[in-house]
């Protein structure tokens, strides 16, 4: 498969003119419930893309992940910093302009909800520009919203020292769709009091690793087609 490099690890001797493509993972920092830790999304999308690296052809670098995005529905919650979509925006934006002066191509590979109009403002402006930009999602269908079953297997597979499993108890299980009038007009808090949106007691590292596994094939054929839709999503 491709070469796979990690940008942070490396010095400006290591990079000769033109690099043909840069991966880089968007998190965020929030709380995920009394069992996950605050950077499960920064951890999830940093893991996917690796196993994205791996599995494309040629070469390709791996940059340091973005830890901090759009996560005011959680702003209720200890540990949650949110920098807002509109400081987001911009972030993306120079972040790409920067790279476009030595790197062909540029994926982000998002791992939060709350980043999406971020990613939608930001990655279309930057192709408008002549810029070769894209973004993917770390999902699957079938997934619960937050901090329960998925992401909790997730972790259990990637980190499972990290999550503290006595501590999982379900939260809120209604349909998402039930929920979002809420969350918009008052965030999470008004509609789980544990931050929990989903039952994180049946959460498995098996689970996890063919969550995984979905969510990389997803982001590889996205990126091997490399089809931007209107607002820079890859199709």
């Not at 972790?155 to 379900?170: Q, Y």
């Not at 689970?207 to 990389?216: C, F, Q, S």
Request: one cysteine or more; aromatic letters at 4%.
């Amino acid at each position: 498969m491709g070469e796979r490099r990690q940008l942070g690890a490396l010095t400006s001797n290591h990079l000769g003119g033109i690099e043909p493509f840069v991966i880089v993972a968007l998190g965020s920092t929030e709380q995920h419930g009394p069992h996950l830790p605050l950077d499960t999304d920064t951890r999830i999308a940093a893991a996917v893309a690796a196993d994205v690296s791996r599995q494309l052809p040629g070469k390709n670098l791996v940059a340091p992940a973005i830890p901090y995005g759009a996560s005011g529905e959680h702003q209720g919650f200890p540990g949650t910093i949110s920098i807002g979509t509109d400081a987001l925006t911009t972030v993306l934006i120079e972040y790409g302009r920067s790279a476009s002066n030595w790197a062909e191509r540029l994926v982000f590979i998002n791992g939060h909800g709350g980043n999406l109009d971020a990613l939608r403002a930001a990655v279309p402006l930057l192709r408008a520009e002549g810029r070769d930009a894209g973004w993917c999602s770390c999902s699957v269908a079938g997934a619960d919203a937050h901090a329960g079953h998925t992401e909790t297997s997730v972790l259990l597979h990637l980190s499972p020292e990290l999550v503290r499993f006595k501590d999982a108890a379900p939260g809120n299980t209604e349909p998402l769709a039930d929920l979002l009038p809420r969350m918009r007009d008052r965030g999470v808090a008004a509609v789980s009091t544990s931050g929990v949106l989903g039952d994180p007691t049946t959460a498995t590292a098996a689970a996890g690793e063919r969550i995984v596994a979905d969510m990389v094939s997803d982001c590889v054929a996205r990126v091997q087609r490399w089809r931007p839709g209107p607002d820079g999503m890859l199709m």
